[in-house]
């Protein structure tokens, strides 16, 4: 992520410290209530975390997430009171890199049970197209809670090393994921084991039929090539045999060159390109106008950083039931 979207660290440790007075001022028996309470006090940074807090832990968790629906997550910056709810948090649930204002809040937030999920799969890196060779063969980088204290840092370099964070939107990653999550619940609240490990079979189930249903659906296509807003495609190209040609690259808000935008009409042109994806969240200008010039259809393809009334689905797998969808027709398969 650029610099630009970084809470200055002054104004960020003032926020740490007045939610750390905050959470001071909970009573004892505000706590007590907390600890005794029925279900587990889980906190999301956003979206694909909540999804997965809310799947696996069912009835037994009560799930924050610190990301508003519509607000795009790159951009969070977290109030006093948010700050607050982290260090209430029993288990915290994140993906560093993504949020840098999270992650440097969950360093000071001391609480014990924190789940990095670039931890649990292996991060790989993309740019503007999926085209890139992976053989650099680096770890995740993420050590679980070892690399809490390099959190803030570690997330820019991984940024701007062109790590890329998008694992959610690979179903095979995603479960990947969920399984720790799972294991995680399980550790945290082992009182209630084994609904965490039957809700976790039951969404790997549901993970495992959208992976054969990207399989199936994208195959036989009359073209592997779309474009879109940014380059948060790059597992879900992978994993399907695709191309992602990314207007910006992993940062949504970073300005393509003319070169860059000459580069997509050839490409366009030469791969039968139909549509210039844009999503939900961040600006559609840029993708609109190379359209427009190049002739082209535009569609919504979402990264599910949020679910708000504009998505095409109430959850994770009816939006990437979606996406598969728009995929389907902007590649022309039969």
């Not at 990947?176 to 550790?187: I, M, Q, T």
Request: charged fraction near 25%.
């Amino acid at each position: 992520m650029n610099a630009r979207r970084l809470i200055p660290t002054a104004t960020l440790a003032g926020a740490v410290t007045l939610g750390l007075v905050a959470l001071s001022a909970c009573s004892p028996s505000d706590a007590a209530d907390k600890k005794s309470g029925d279900r587990l006090a889980v906190t999301a940074s956003f979206y694909p975390m909540q999804f997965l807090a809310e799947r696996i832990g069912g009835d037994h968790v009560s799930v924050t997430t610190l990301t508003k629906p519509g607000v795009e997550p790159h951009d969070l910056e977290l109030a006093p009171r948010q700050v607050a709810q982290l260090g209430e948090a029993d288990v915290i649930l994140y993906l560093k890199g993504v949020q840098p204002a999270v992650d440097e809040a969950i360093t000071q937030s001391g609480v014990k049970n924190t789940v990095d999920a670039t931890s649990l799969t292996t991060l790989e890196k993309h740019g503007t197209e999926v085209g890139h060779s992976h053989d650099d063969g680096h770890e995740d980088g993420h050590a679980g809670e070892e690399g809490h204290e390099e959190g803030h840092s570690a997330g820019e370099e991984d940024a701007l090393a062109g790590k890329d964070p998008h694992i959610w939107l690979d179903p095979v990653k995603y479960a990947e994921v969920a399984k720790g999550v799972g294991a995680s619940l399980e550790k945290a609240d082992p009182d209630n084991s084994a609904a965490y490990r039957k809700n976790t079979d039951a969404l790997l189930k549901e993970l495992g039929g959208l992976d054969t249903a990207f399989k199936q659906g994208l195959t036989g296509t009359a073209t592997k090539t779309f474009i879109t807003t940014h380059a948060a495609f790059g597992y879900l190209a992978e994993r399907y045999g695709l191309t992602q040609e990314a207007i910006a690259g992993i940062d949504p808000e970073s300005e393509p060159s003319p070169a860059r935008v000459k580069e997509l009409r050839t490409i366009a042109e030469h791969d039968k390109v139909s549509t210039v994806f844009f999503e939900t969240l961040a600006s559609d200008k840029t993708a609109k106008t190379l359209a427009a010039d190049s002739g082209l259809k535009t569609g919504v393809l979402d990264p599910l950083e949020g679910i708000t009334d504009k998505s095409k689905g109430d959850d994770y797998i009816e939006v990437m039931q979606s996406n598969l969808a728009a995929l389907r027709t902007a590649l022309g398969a039969k």
